[in-house]
Structures are given as C-alpha cells and as structure tokens.
C-alpha cells in the first residue's frame, strides 16, 4: 500500500498545522503557506504599488522575509494578517529608500505631477484625474497613516482587520485614519472636490 502524496496531505492542513511544521524546516509545508496567500498578496502590493514587476519582487521579498521570521511570528494573529503586515512594511520600505527617492527626485525636478497631466474635460477621465491627484496626495503621507487609508479604502479591510494586520488598537486605527484625512484634505486643498 502506496503513501498518499504528501501534497495532498498538505493541502488539507490548518495554517496552523502548516505553521507548526514549517517552523520545523519543512519547506514544503512553508509552500503551501505561500500558495494560499501568494495572489492575495500579490494583488495587494499591485493596488499599492501600480507597478505589476515591482509588486511581484516585492511580494518574493516579502515571502522570504516571512520565512526567516517565523519564529516571531505570534500564534495570536492570523498568518495572513502577519504576511500582509511585511508586504505593506517592504512597500514602505521601497518608497522610502534612498534609491527611489533619488529617482523620484530626478523626475519630479525635470517636470511637475501637474504639467504631465491633460486637464480632463469630463467623466472617466475627471475621475481618473481626481484618483491620481488623490493618490498622490497619500503616498505624500507618513506611512502610519497612508497604510490605514490604504487598508480602508483599497483592501476594504475592516477597522478590526486593520487593527490586526498592523498589531495596534482600534481606537489607533479610526485616530490614524481621521489624521490622515485631515492632513489630505491639507494638502490637497481644492484640487479635488
């Protein structure tokens, strides 16, 4: 009588299962981890970063970190909560290293957000325009608060979620999220109605 395939056996485990035997080195059972969450995490970094390649280097990166942490990885949170966590955190990380900064740098000196862009005349094209200015305006933010709008807005995640993904209370989280309106609304003045 032949075993069943370890890979079926695997894919009918709890993440905690999973968990537990990876922190023991089985790779695999750690694969079957990333398999499960692997688009959700992809997808997310997509929406935070628009850029396709950099979100799935980010998303590779965020798994190996992942996979050398898992012995600080807190049984209390779920593991996505956790794997999202490092995949916003590396976001952030890129954003603010000194390599991007430089490039940004160089781009925004040769020619301004608002001179690149055709004013819209109506419909889709306003909305676009408005999302763009709106975007921008956040990525401007200190990340404590754009990861909060982003998780709100973008994921639809709820408070509760938030709170987990970024291990703070709630009331930090409606705090950080009413700041980080405000300061939009700041910033971005009357650009967008």
Not at 54 to 60: E, G, P
Not at 127 to 156: M, T
Request: hydrophobic share 35%; with cysteine; glycine share 6%.
């Amino acid at each position: 009588m032949s075993e069943p395939s370890k890979n079926c056996s695997l894919a009918g485990m709890s993440d905690d299962e999973l968990l537990s035997r990876a922190r023991g080195g089985d790779r695999k059972a750690f694969g079957e981890l990333i398999a499960r969450y692997q688009e959700m995490v992809f997808a997310m970094l997509v929406r935070k970063v628009r850029d396709r390649d950099l979100a799935m280097d980010l998303a590779q990166e965020s798994f190996v970190r992942a996979y050398k942490g898992l012995d600080g990885f807190k049984e209390e949170a779920k593991f996505s909560s956790w794997l999202v966590r490092i995949a916003l955190n590396r976001a952030t990380s890129h954003f603010s290293s000194k390599h991007y900064k430089d490039s940004s740098r160089k781009i925004k000196d040769s020619e301004s957000f608002f001179e690149s862009l055709e004013t819209p005349e109506s419909g889709s094209q306003e909305l676009e325009f408005k999302s763009k200015i709106l975007w921008q305006g956040v990525e401007k933010l200190d990340s404590i608060y754009s990861q909060v709008l982003f998780l709100r807005v973008v994921e639809n995640k709820s408070y509760r979620e938030i709170s987990e993904i970024l291990e703070i209370p709630i009331g930090t989280v409606k705090s950080r999220m009413n700041t980080g309106i405000n300061s939009l609304r700041k910033s971005l003045g009357g650009k967008v109605r």
